[in-house]
């Protein structure tokens, strides 16, 4: 009797260790996960800023460059008019992208925590029966 229940004891503590061994195992991924889900998040914000700089000083000086050109012309109020008519349209194309962007399904950034999880619990599936 006193032997069944060390086994039962020891059995428990090495099941105990084993679940511990995995909590710990997934703790680490989930942080590297995080770092790599937050270099990843920081470049593209980086880089969105970057291309939008870009984007708004080119436009300026396509505006400013059309605005020089058409000065002395009679076309004068229609290419404001026009560079005005455009800037509304790119502005509501950007909120509507904005608002798709908003509504979509987030992405699964841990997903290959999730894949790893179930690897590691596989072999314990299959033991248990």
């Known amino acids: 009797m006193l032997d069944t229940q060390l086994l039962i004891q020891a059995r428990m503590q090495r099941l ?11 703790a680490e991924l989930l942080e590297v ?21 870009a984007v708004l000083t080119t ?3 396509g505006a400013a460059l059309l ?4 000065w002395n012309t009679r ?16 502005s509501l194309l950007a909120w509507q ?8 399904r987030p992405s699964r950034p841990l997903a290959a ?5 179930d690897r590691l619990l596989k072999p ?5 029966g």
């Open 75 to 90: 076309w004068r109020l229609p290419v404001l008019l026009g560079l005005l008519l455009s800037a509304v349209v790119a």
């Open 113 to 117: 925590a999730f894949r790893e999880f």
């Open 67 to 70: 605005i020089a050109l058409s």
């Open 124 to 128: 314990l599936d299959d033991e248990l």
């Open 16 to 26: 105990l260790r084993t679940a511990l061994d995995y909590a710990r195992v997934r």
């Open 59 to 61: 436009l300026q000086l």
């Open 33 to 53: 996960e995080f770092n790599a889900e937050r270099e990843r998040l920081g470049s593209m914000l980086y880089r969105a800023l970057l291309l939008s700089l």
């Open 97 to 104: 992208a904005l608002r798709r962007l908003r509504r979509a």
